[in-house]
C-alpha cells in the first residue's frame, strides 16, 4: 500500500514500476480514502504501540494506494523492495531508503509474510483480485 506521503509526493508511478520491473504480477489496484476504523483493523497488531494514534492520524491524512502484487515470494520480495521500516536504515536501492528519512513518513506498507497477505487482501480487496496469465512469466521463471 502506498500511504497518503507517497500519493502526495508523486511517487505512485516510481513505486509500481520498481515492483513490476522487479517481476511482479499486478492482480488488484484501487486508490481509497480509508476510514480510522478500517485502518484500526488493519493495523490491529500494533495498537497496544505508544505510536498506534499518530500512525493512525498519518494513515488517515489523505488517500492511499492499495495494490496486491503476486508472485513467487512476493511478501519477502516485496519487503526487500520497501526496505527497512526506519528509512534512515533502509539501503540506497530500496525504495524508503531513496525516497524518504523519517518513520512515520516512510510511503510505503508492505505485508510481511503470505499468511498476513492474505488477511490483508480479505480486508482491502473483499471481492478478489484478478486472475490473468502474465506473458511475461516464463521469461522471469526459470
Ligand atoms: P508497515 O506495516 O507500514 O509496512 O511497516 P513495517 O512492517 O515496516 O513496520 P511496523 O512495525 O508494522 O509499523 C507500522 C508503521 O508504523 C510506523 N511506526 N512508527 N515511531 C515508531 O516507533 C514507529 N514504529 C513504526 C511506521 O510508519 C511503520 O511503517
Known amino acids: 500500500m502506498i500511504k497518503?506521503?507517497?500519493v502526495q509526493r508523486g511517487l505512485v508511478g516510481e513505486i509500481i514500476s520498481r515492483f513490476e520491473r522487479r517481476g511482479l504480477k499486478l492482480v488488484a489496484i484501487?486508490?481509497?480514502s480509508p476510514s480510522k476504523e478500517?485502518?484500526?483493523k488493519h493495523y490491529s497488531d500494533?495498537?497496544?504501540k505508544p505510536f498506534f494514534p499518530s500512525l493512525i492520524k498519518?494513515?488517515?491524512s489523505g488517500p492511499v494506494v492499495a495494490m496486491v502484487w503476486e508472485g513467487r515470494g512476493a511478501a519477502s520480495l516485496g519487503r526487500q523492495l520497501l526496505g527497512q521500516t526506519n528509512p534512515t536504515a533502509s539501503a540506497p536501492g530500496t525504495i524508503r531508503g531513496d525516497f524518504c528519512i523519517d518513520m512515520g513518513s516512510n510511503l510505503?506498507?508492505?505485508s510481511d509474510s503470505q499468511e498476513s497477505a492474505q488477511k490483508e487482501i480479505?480486508?482491502?480487496?473483499?471481492?478478489?483480485?484478478t486472475e490473468y496469465q502474465l506473458d511475461s512469466a516464463k521469461w522471469v521463471y526459470e
Not at 480479505?122 to 483480485?129: C, E, I, M, R, S
Open 108 to 110: 510505503i506498507h508492505g
Open 122 to 129: 480479505d480486508l482491502w480487496f473483499p471481492n478478489g483480485v
Open 58 to 60: 498519518y494513515m488517515t
Open 46 to 48: 500494533l495498537a497496544s
Open 4 to 6: 497518503p506521503d507517497g
Open 38 to 40: 478500517h485502518l484500526e
Open 30 to 32: 484501487k486508490v481509497e
